[in-house]
T-cell receptor, first 111, second 114 residues
């Protein structure tokens, strides 16, 4: 059974204070790892897809990296508008794209 | 372009009543997924459609839950004889094809069973 563990559960940062969120996974044959952002009362918003170890993707202040056991979401010089819950999910090749999600990291960025 | 839409956005019902939740996927997306998000449980998979067929119903929590998709587009999730433990946000997602394509989520339906 696929498993995803995210840490920390909650992270409080000052504006401009860079940090990283962790997503550890156990999956039989990783086909894709996905990062989403979720604001209160809304559905998850797609950020990145990573397919193989060593892959990196960037978007504005966010950078996602992938190893064989975990993924990191690096946030550089965050702003208050980056405050949200960040979700990590994986899919294996046997489940037709069914996503298995972690519990999420609640990020709060103070001005 | 239009994203995934869901209706209603909120639904309050009494225990024992039936409810229907609707999902309208992104045009041209052949794969459609239903997930449930509840406090303490995170997001959990319910059912997946490829076209109008549902190859994977493994996440449906009981036989009170059913879903259908017609015309390869709109999907309806039906919960019969609702229970308080069914209270959650029900999220729908669609992707171009099933597999590794990105899933785009709708805003969800918040269901409250009194």
């Amino acid at each position: 059974e696929d498993q995803v563990t995210q840490s920390p559960e909650a992270l409080r940062l000052q504006e401009g204070e860079s940090s990283s969120l962790n997503c550890s996974y156990t999956v039989s044959g990783l086909r894709g790892l996905f990062w989403y952002r979720q604001d209160p009362g809304k559905g998850p918003e797609f950020l990145f897809t990573l397919y193989s170890a060593g892959e990196e993707k960037e978007k504005e202040r966010l950078k996602a990296t992938l190893t064989k056991k975990e993924s990191f979401l690096h946030i550089t010089a965050p702003k208050p508008e980056d405050s949200a819950t960040y979700l990590c999910a994986v899919t294996d090749g046997t489940s037709y794209g069914k996503l298995t999600f972690g519990q999420g990291t609640i990020l709060t960025v103070h001005p | 372009g239009a994203g995934v839409s869901q209706s209603p956005s909120n639904k309050v019902t009494e225990k024992g009543k039936d409810v229907e939740l609707r999902c309208d996927p992104i045009s041209g997306h052949t794969a459609l997924y239903w997930y449930r998000q509840s406090l303490g449980q995170g997001l959990e998979f319910l059912i997946y459609f490829q076209g109008n067929s549902a190859p994977d119903k493994s996440g449906l929590p009981s036989d009170r839950f059913s879903a259908e998709r017609t015309g390869g587009s709109v999907s309806t999730l039906t919960i019969q004889r609702t229970q308080q433990e069914d209270s959650a946000v029900y999220l729908c997602a669609s992707s171009i094809e099933a597999g590794t394509d990105t899933q785009y989520f709708g805003p969800g339906t918040r269901l409250t069973v009194l």
